[in-house]
């Protein structure tokens, strides 16, 4: 989380939970295999780290990027930066 601080000093005002695949900060909306199914989740959504994640985002002002993150992850991260 404290990384977060760092790239903020670089100039980072947005930030990506997710990718092609679930990871230790949420659920993506995309499986790492070939299936064509939705994937099954991992964390429900945001994990404690990626709610932490998006907490600090907002008190940054980086805007948390739900571009690829998997449906519940997103409502998750909408409700947490309200």
Not at 16 to 31: E, F, K, P
Request: proline residues 2%; charged residues 20%.
């Amino acid at each position: 989380i404290n990384l977060l601080d760092v790239f903020y000093d670089y100039g980072g005002r947005y930030f990506g939970h997710t990718h092609i695949g679930h990871n230790q900060l949420g659920d993506s909306s995309m499986a790492l295999t070939r299936e064509l199914t939705k994937p099954k989740p991992l964390h429900g959504g945001l994990s404690d780290l990626g709610k932490a994640a998006v907490k600090r985002c907002n008190e940054l002002g980086i805007m948390n990027d739900v571009s690829h993150a998997g449906i519940e992850t997103t409502l998750q991260i909408a409700a947490l930066s309200k």
